[in-house]
């Protein structure tokens, strides 16, 4: 059992939208914002891709996964594969959204699949993918599955609520019991 406790000041209201926000930084503003910088690089930098490229990776992902099954090959196959992880490096976590929710109301066993093979690739799904996934198993009646994936949701949360209150000077108390 999981038991939170959080204490807020009274002056630093959250909203509960901030609390569910994933803290991350694109890599593509990271590098404009360098270029732009009077800081000299020792190497070039490439300008980000357009978001035509994003979109014609998303689409081949889109491709890959909706004709499997009809192509005859596996998941396991596509795990070795190196085109697709060159493609989920060209995609965004929005993109990634996209295809899974269209495989989950065509293919709800392939959306599981390519959740699980870009998680393997590295990839970092947005909340909204992952409890489109944890919907899934529910239906699916895969408890192994669903709860060690509740569990790494709300290990994740705990961690970035813990990093912004610190950040903003609230103080947060967290017991963890018995969460495996």
């Known amino acids: 059992m999981l038991q939170l406790a959080i204490k807020f000041c009274p002056k630093s209201r959250l909203p509960l939208s901030t609390i569910f926000r994933r803290l991350t930084t694109s890599a593509a503003a990271l590098v404009v914002s360098y270029k732009e910088s009077s800081i000299s690089t020792p ?24 004709g ?26 929005s993109e990634v959204e996209n295809i899974v929710e269209w495989l989950r109301l065509k293919k709800p066993h392939l959306a599981v699949d390519f959740f699980f093979l870009a998680k393997k690739h590295d990839f970092k799904h947005s909340m909204c ?10 239906r699916k009646r895969q408890l192994r599955e669903l709860r060690s994936l509740l569990q790494e ?20 108390t967290v017991w963890w019991r018995n969460i495996t």
């Open 153 to 172: 949701i709300v290990r994740e949360e705990v961690l970035c609520i813990a990093e912004m209150t610190t950040s903003r000077g609230i103080s947060l």
């Open 129 to 138: 993918c992952q409890f489109t996934v944890s919907h899934v198993l529910a």
């Open 68 to 93: 499997l099954s009809a192509k005859g090959h596996t998941v396991e196959k596509l795990c070795h594969d190196r085109r697709f992880g060159g493609l989920l490096s060209r995609v965004n976590a």
């Open 43 to 66: 190497y070039p930098i490439t300008p980000p891709r357009s978001s035509s490229a994003r979109n014609e990776a998303a689409q081949k992902l889109l491709f890959l996964f909706s």
